[in-house]
């Protein structure tokens, strides 16, 4: 197998990060090698846990599924020096 070249590197990854962008997530950082992507968002722990306190735990019944759904993943994407794609 050979390697290829930088350029071809570029492209692969180009391409790469387009389809994880079409699928929802974000470019956070990227260089010549290298990608990370993340996907959901942060949420305000303290303003839930004011907001559950408050409602006396009523609240609760939209934190929870909130948390679930939106929970930070991230995924770093890469390309070696054989053109394979690789996700961590």
Request: net charge positive.
């Amino acid at each position: 197998m050979d390697k290829i070249t930088e350029g071809e590197k570029a492209n692969k990854l180009a391409m790469a990060i387009s389809t994880e962008v079409s699928k929802g997530w974000r470019v956070e950082s990227q260089s010549q090698v290298q990608a990370v992507l993340v996907k959901g968002k942060n949420i305000n722990h303290t303003l839930q846990i004011f907001l559950s306190v408050i409602t006396v735990g009523f609240w609760l019944l939209v934190y929870v599924p909130t948390f679930i759904v939106n929970r930070r993943q991230t995924k770093i994407v890469r390309v070696d020096d054989f053109g394979n794609t690789l996700f961590e």
